[in-house]
């Protein structure tokens, strides 16, 4: 079986999307407390808490494919207002592994704005060894009703030419939203609504599309509502997590911001099931 490690896991949205198409997580690397607590709770390989600066390589247990899913708020267009970011050094530690280990293959998945970052993005597509694909936009309306588009990297030792899109219809708000359910709306809510603050909210309706699903969402529920038809709300727990494509099974640690906040940074759980699909194509070849 295909092995994997998972870098800067969150919640597991990758690990699960990889488990999902057949490749045998073996080893997850989080730091966040809660985000850990989750990755333990739903899966049974090894979860390493730990900086990952600290870790040296060598010394760790290998795998056929290693992927990084650095924080994306370094590259993000929306957080860089005065366009003076110039990323962040995660992403030269998940290098780090990558150049010194030589997995077969090696996938990355952030925020389109990533690609702005010329040394990142050389460090991330000129490792000697590998052919490179880099995939922008890959969106995640092709698998779920959230419009969350992300740059997918795959780099591997022998070449891999055409990448196969899904078909088919994705999920439907319908499926994602409990009509009727009774949800915590704090008084700011309604505040945004009758117009208080500088932004309406985004409404999105049981025939539309939210917006990407976001981590600030565990400090402000109001910026992303939901007309369910009886009520404009905020999105449940549960209904924010299968916008993500995570399963109702699927268990989140701590509180309901932690939770919140652990879904809007985590992998669309579909796009990393693709996205194992694909290594398996490559795999088998």
């Known amino acids: 079986m295909i092995t994997a490690k998972s870098y800067f896991s969150g919640a597991g949205g990758m690990d699960l999307g990889m488990i999902e198409a057949g490749i045998e997580v073996i080893e ?3 730091i966040d407390r809660a985000a850990c607590d989750t990755l333990r709770t739903n899966f049974g390989h090894t979860v390493n808490e ?3 600066t600290q870790i040296t390589v060598l010394d ?13 708020t370094k590259y993000s267009a929306i957080a860089d207002i005065h366009g003076t970011r110039t990323g962040d050094d995660l992403f030269l530690h998940f290098f780090r592994h990558v150049a010194l280990a030589q ?5 990355i998945e952030n925020v389109p704005g990533m690609k702005k970052f010329q040394v990142v993005m050389e460090c991330m597509t000129k490792l000697p060894n590998y052919y490179v694909r880099v995939e922008c936009l ?22 891999f030419d055409t990448l196969r899109y899904p078909e088919g219809s994705p999920l439907s708000m319908r499926e994602v939203i409990d009509v009727g359910a009774e ?18 909210p985004i409404v999105t309706g049981l025939d539309g599309k939210a917006p990407t699903c976001v981590a600030h969402y565990a400090k ?7 007309d369910d038809g009886k009520s404009v709300r905020p999105y449940s727990v549960r209904e924010y997590a299968r916008l993500q494509g995570f399963p109702d099974w699927f268990r989140f640690a701590g509180t309901d911001n932690d939770a919140y906040r652990q879904i809007g940074n985590a992998v669309a759980v579909p796009m990393g099931r693709w996205v194992g699909q694909e290594l398996q194509r490559y795999f088998t070849a």
């Open 50 to 52: 730990s900086d990952i």
């Open 183 to 200: 949800v915590y709306t704090p008084d700011y809510v309604q505040k945004r609504l009758d117009g208080s603050y500088r932004d309406k």
């Open 103 to 107: 997995p077969e293959a090696y996938v």
């Open 220 to 226: 402000d529920r109001s910026t992303r509502l939901v």
């Open 138 to 159: 890959v969106n995640a309306n092709m698998w779920l009703p959230q419009e969350r588009k992300r740059l997918i990297v795959i780099g591997t030792k022998k070449p």
């Open 60 to 72: 760790q247990q290998d795998a056929d494919v290693y992927i990084g899913t650095f924080p994306c």
């Open 28 to 30: 997850s690397y989080e």
